[in-house]
């Protein structure tokens, strides 16, 4: 059994002029956001054993924020930069390359691709991931190189706006 991540990072900050997109950092919402998604997973004690992220400061700062709550080593965060503004072939391959030393993984990354993603390998189907959704999918295989030769089960879908105080 492997277990699947997928979490969009937090709302970014649009307030900077002339700065590339990969390196938009979050606004205050992003962080409260991230703060409680990964509270709400810590909770549910299903911690991930990686977490890997897009090389997008508003990506990484999420899987940080993440990692700083499940008590996960930071510098452990894998780095991918195939991930940014990916398809989503080249999600599939991403998943399909980790290593076998992990039965549950957290990936951190952006839409459209994530959403196109989670459609076509999950048995379910959402509009829109929105930002700082988390959603776990268990594929019933024992490799990762194989986890897309069925359908993945989507045992949750968390909205941040489920969460506001």
């Given at each position: 059994m492997k277990k699947l991540y997928i979490t969009r990072h937090a709302k970014s900050d649009w307030g900077f002029d002339g700065?590339?997109?990969?390196?938009?950092?979050?606004?205050?919402?992003g962080y409260d956001d991230a703060y409680r998604l990964s509270a709400f997973i810590k909770k549910k004690e299903q911690v991930p054993q990686l977490l890997v992220s897009s090389p997008a400061i508003r990506a990484?700062?999420?899987?940080?924020?993440?990692a700083r709550n499940f008590s996960y080593p930071e510098n452990e965060i894998k780095i991918v930069k195939e991930i940014y503004e990916s398809s989503v072939a080249t999600l599939k391959q991403c998943v399909t390359d980790f290593s076998e030393?992990?039965?549950?993984?957290?990936?951190?990354g952006h839409n459209p691709g994530l959403t196109k993603f989670f459609n076509e390998v999950s048995d379910s189907e959402i509009d829109n991931l929105p930002t700082c959704a988390v959603t776990l999918i268990e594929f019933d295989a024992a490799t990762w190189k194989n986890v897309f030769k069925k359908e993945g089960k989507t045992i949750f879908t968390e909205f941040p706006k489920e969460f506001k105080p």
């Open positions: 700065l590339k997109d990969i390196d938009r950092p979050l606004n205050q919402r990484i700062s999420t899987a940080l924020i993440f030393d992990y039965s549950s993984i957290m990936l951190f």
